[in-house]
Each structure stands twice: as structure tokens, then as C-alpha cells.
């Protein structure tokens, strides 16, 4: 397969879908989907016409998480294959807080390790009632390494850490009540409504969005009294970038 029929992309309105498309493999993260969602992820940044991105799986799996076929190469005596792999996950786990455009997951069925965490990376998720998440690692005598500070930072401490140490596995419903999505939707509707946020989101002035991603983020991860000080500098300057005067910092 190649890698551009690893994603599936559909663009539309300003809304641009990106589709996982290993079906027969739950849509597993091998080096090569990897890559390919990285660099689909970038050009949809870089491209000016997309103002939303929708990501999704095809068939019965949102992404059952790492590759473990894969697992047979990554031995220690195979050192720099495995760095490679490491930084090219830790890419793709951090990547969508630093788009600069709101990305949505319509996660149409399991969402497993480092499928999980790509769901968590996602600026919104909503789910089918079939879907289901968790961090299986431990079960395979490996560790929920990376995707483990995008867990602890949306669910807690109790709660990450029950994931990762039973491995178990989560419905829709619980996945809701933890905060790992934003809503459960019927399947048959689940694309259809990730479309009608997405195109709200991008409908709206895009200096507005982008700065509000940015620093929403940036917030996410300081102290209160240091997110109030640079909520204040942002609210001077955004007076002047309403009116298309200034791009904000
Ligand atoms: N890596 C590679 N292939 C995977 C995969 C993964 N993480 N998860 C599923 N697949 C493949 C299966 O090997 C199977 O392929 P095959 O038909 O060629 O044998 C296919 O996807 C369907 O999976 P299957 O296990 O038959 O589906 P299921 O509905 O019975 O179970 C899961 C679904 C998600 C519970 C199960 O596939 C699973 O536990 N996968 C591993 C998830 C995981 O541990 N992820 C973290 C890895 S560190």
C-alpha cells in the first residue's frame, strides 16, 4: 500500500477529513501510517483553505495503537530503529496541540495504546457507542510510555493510572465520564456531526481560532496565576487583530 492510501483524505468547505486506511489491521500505527498521518497533519496545517481537520479510521477500528507486528524488529540490538521509532511516535502523540487549526476525532470503533493517546491529541473527540479505549501495553510486557503524560493530563492520577496498569478496556460511556472524550454519538451519525463541529469551528474568524487554540493550550500547561498574565497580554493585543490590525503572537 502506498503511503498515500495510508490516509484518505476528503476535503470539503474547509473541513478536511483524513482517514486512517488499514482496515485489516484495525488501522495499527506502523512506521510507515506513522509517517504518513505526520505528514498529513502538516500539509492540512500548512494549507490556508483548511480551517478544521476531522481524523478517523476506516472500517471497524479507530487505531488499534503501535504496530506489534512491528515489535519483532525493535530489539535493543537494533538501537537506532528503535530511537527512530520512539521520536516518530512522540511526534505524532504531540503533534495536534501544536496544529494550529482545531482537530476533531470521530473514533468509529477501537482505540487502543497509541490509538488512544492520538484520540487525546485531538483538540475534540467524539465516539460511537461501540467504540473502545485503552492502554494495553502492560499486557505485552511493554510500557504505555508515550502516550502516558496526554493520559495523566486529561483523566488524573487514579484514573491514568488504573488504564495503565489493569491494560483494561474502556467503553464509550466510561471513556465520557473520564473525560477522554467530548460526546458519544450513534454510529450512523458520527461522521455527520463531526462534520457540522467542524464547520462551525471553521466558519468562525480564523485569527480568532487559531489564537484560541494556542493559548488554550499554552494554559493547559502553566500554573493559574501564570495562564491569568498571559490570558491578560493576548486580551490587549486581540483588540487590535478583531479588526485584522495585528496577527497574534
Ligand atoms: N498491531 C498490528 N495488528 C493489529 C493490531 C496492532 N496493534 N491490533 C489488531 N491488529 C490486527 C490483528 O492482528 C488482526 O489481523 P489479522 O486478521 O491479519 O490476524 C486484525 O487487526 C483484526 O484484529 P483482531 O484482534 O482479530 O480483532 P478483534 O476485534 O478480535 O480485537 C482488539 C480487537 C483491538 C481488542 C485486538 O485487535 C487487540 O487487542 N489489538 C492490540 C491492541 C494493542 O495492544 N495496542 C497497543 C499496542 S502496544
Redo the contacts with the bound molecule.
Keep these: 500500500m502506498t503511503t498515500e492510501t495510508l490516509i484518505l483524505s476528503e476535503f470539503d468547505a474547509g473541513v478536511l477529513v483524513l482517514t486512517l486506511n488499514r482496515p485489516?489491521?484495525?488501522n495499527?500505527l506502523s512506521f510507515a501510517l506513522t509517517q504518513a498521518l505526520i505528514d498529513a497533519l502538516k500539509a492540512a496545517d500548512a494549507d490556508d483553505s483548511v480551517r478544521a481537520i476531522i481524523l478517523t479510521g476506516a472500517g471497524r477500528?479507530f487505531c488499534?495503537?503501535?504496530?506489534?507486528?512491528e515489535f519483532a524488529i525493535l530489539t535493543p540490538d537494533n538501537q537506532a530503529l528503535v530511537e527512530q521509532r520512539a521520536a516518530l511516535t512522540t511526534e505524532l502523540q504531540g503533534l495536534g496541540k501544536c496544529l494550529s487549526k482545531p482537530l476533531i476525532a470521530a473514533v468509529n470503533g477501537?482505540a487502543?495504546?497509541?490509538g488512544s493517546g492520538l484520540v487525546l491529541s485531538c483538540d475534540l473527540a467524539l465516539a460511537t457507542p461501540e467504540a473502545r479505549f485503552g492502554y494495553?501495553?502492560v499486557k505485552?510486557g511493554?510500557v504505555a510510555a508515550i502516550v502516558m503524560a496526554g493520559l495523566v493530563e486529561h483523566v488524573g492520577r487514579k484514573a491514568a493510572f488504573e488504564l495503565v496498569a489493569s491494560g483494561r478496556t474502556v467503553a464509550a460511556d466510561e471513556a465520557l465520564a473520564l473525560g477522554l472524550i467530548n460526546r458519544v454519538v450513534p454510529a450512523g451519525q458520527l461522521l455527520d456531526e463531526a462534520h457540522q463541529l467542524a464547520a462551525t469551528l471553521a466558519s468562525y474568524p480564523v485569527q480568532a481560532m487559531r489564537a484560541t487554540k494556542r493559548i488554550f493550550h499554552e494554559v493547559a500547561e502553566l500554573p493559574f496565576s501564570e495562564g491569568l498574565q498571559r490570558g491578560k497580554a493576548l486580551n490587549a493585543r486581540m483588540r487590535a487583530f478583531r479588526q485584522g490590525q495585528e496577527t497574534p503572537a
Design positions: 485489516d489491521k484495525l495499527a477500528g488499534a495503537g503501535a504496530d506489534t507486528r477501537y487502543m495504546g497509541g494495553p501495553e505485552h511493554i
